[in-house]
């Protein structure tokens, strides 16, 4: 199988594309844009195996995804803003990328006749649930610009699956973590400043609420549905992991040998969804479990960091991140 694959180079999807070729005979093809978050020297490795190519472009640009995506069997669609703090600032660029470019993607998708089109959501499209954990059915209430325009980007999918018959499948997974995440993330910026001997920011009462999955879990998962997921149905993808935002801090002073001297209390953030929760049994009923443990994958994660400074210390010297 040939795979057109939408913002690889970014931290999902390099981790992806890696897994891709570790444990199949597939081909695929890396299309990104190269924003702020996505990074070539994440994907370097991987872009030296043969079976592997490299476009840069835009999927709002829908010359270069026409010619680009010809002649491949599946799209796997990554790419999109996903900062819900950048979101508040310029909702503009969320929804520009996240629906306009889903649509361009479905759109050429369409033309050339792709056998799949798997398009990669968040749970946060749900918004938030005091209690119990949301089915694929539910209906979609997101409360901030990003998560709005992930759900518009899920809608625009599933409409071509009933008015042009396109093969598409979403899944929505939970919070995610490993390595080559851009440090404007939880665990990353944290990790990191941590390392360096900075203060970390703990928004609100730190009692939010997240499931956390190793990203491999997640790619494992993905791949299935890709294989086996019924067209026009979405798949909920979690690790029933829940800590609350401080237990996390907790968790990552302990693991970098820093203290609680080290948090530092900020306001509260816009539209801050207390918890989130997703049932995973359908993608379960498809035969996919954990195989990560959280503790040890959270460990894994720090130490990655720990020894890959040459990867992250220039995206933090360079870029604006989250105070």
């Known amino acids: ?5 939408t913002g690889a180079a970014g931290f999902i999807g390099s981790n992806y594309i890696r897994w891709v070729l570790a444990n199949s005979d597939d081909e ?31 999927i709002c640009d829908r010359d270069a995804v026409l010619a680009a995506m010809d002649g491949h069997d599946a799209v796997v669609h990554f790419a999109a803003e996903t900062h819900v703090d950048r979101s ?45 954990s949301f089915i694929e059915t539910d209906i979609l209430t997101p409360r901030s610009p990003y ?19 396109l093969p598409v499948v979403v899944t929505r997974c939970s919070n995610n973590f490993g390595p080559f995440q851009f440090p404007e993330k939880v665990i990353p910026l944290f990790t990191t400043n941590l390392l360096d001997g900075h203060k970390v920011p703990l928004y609100g009462d730190g009692g939010n609420v997240r499931d956390w999955i190793h990203v491999e879990d997640h790619n494992r998962a993905a791949h299935l549905v890709l294989q086996h997921g019924t067209i026009g149905e979405v798949y909920n993808i979690g690790a029933h ?33 207390r918890r989130y929760s997703v049932n995973i049994d359908k993608i379960s009923a498809l035969g996919w479990k954990l195989e990560k443990p959280f503790e040890d994958s959270l460990g ?11 990867w992250w210390e220039p995206l933090k010297a360079s870029a604006v991140l989250p105070s």
């Open 241 to 273: 992991r829940e800590r609350t935002n401080r237990e996390l801090t907790y968790l990552l002073l302990e693991l970098t040998g820093r203290d609680e001297s080290f948090i530092r209390p900020v306001e509260d953030r816009l539209g801050h969804d």
């Open 88 to 132: 508040i600032i310029d909702p503009y660029a969320f929804v520009t990328t996240n629906v306009f470019g889903t649509n361009v993607l479905c759109d050429v998708a369409r033309q050339v006749g792709v056998e799949k089109f798997l398009h990669i959501s968040t749970d946060e499209v749900y918004g938030t649930i005091d209690s119990g």
């Open 300 to 310: 894994e994660t720090v130490d990655w960091y720990r020894n890959n400074r040459a």
């Open 147 to 165: 998560s709005a325009a992930k759900a518009g980007s899920d809608l625009i999918a599933l409409s071509y699956v009933t008015t042009y018959g």
């Open 28 to 58: 695929l093809t890396v299309f990104d844009k190269l924003t702020y978050a996505g990074n070539l020297s994440s994907i370097r490795d991987v872009l030296d195996d043969k079976r592997a190519g490299f476009v840069h472009a835009d």
């Open 1 to 5: 199988m040939k795979l057109f694959v």
